[in-house]
């Protein structure tokens, strides 16, 4: 009886120790898959370096009173406070397909004198709107 407990136990002991080398033989592969796919991404022209190049732009916020709208150029200036020097800044905005408006359906519903919040980001020089808030008059 003592040689058959043993012989289950060597047994289950074997399968158990086959099982974990097919696991880690598995791991490996998908280990070595993952590597040589980094390994490709790494390469040049493996990956959109340009995508990676440039560090993302943080959004600037403003609050203010639109003084004027040009919708046929896409634009609009509004004046606000800098609230570090107290001073009114004049700032031109630009829109793109990508702006979201609240509170209209577009540039051409904005008119001079609303208030609006303003979420924009420098692109190539130009302050472009990401979105364009207008404050409800209630």
Do not use: N
């Amino acid at each position: 009886m003592k040689a058959f407990v043993l012989l289950v136990v060597f047994l289950l002991a074997a399968g158990t120790a086959a099982a974990q080398e097919e696991e880690l033989a598995a791991a490996e592969t998908l280990e070595e898959k993952a590597l040589g796919q980094a390994h490709a991404v790494l390469e040049p022209g493996g990956f959109d370096d340009e995508a990676f190049s440039e560090t993302p732009q943080v959004s600037q916020w403003l609050w203010g009173t639109l003084d004027s709208v040009d919708s046929a150029g896409g634009t609009l200036v509004l004046k606000s406070i800098d609230y570090e020097t107290a001073q009114e800044v004049i700032r031109s905005l630009y829109v793109d397909d990508k702006t979201v408006f609240h509170g209209v359906m577009g540039l051409a519903d904005l008119e001079a004198g609303m208030h609006v919040t303003a979420d924009y980001k420098d692109k190539d020089g130009r302050c472009v709107a990401d979105i364009i808030e207008v404050e409800s008059v209630d």
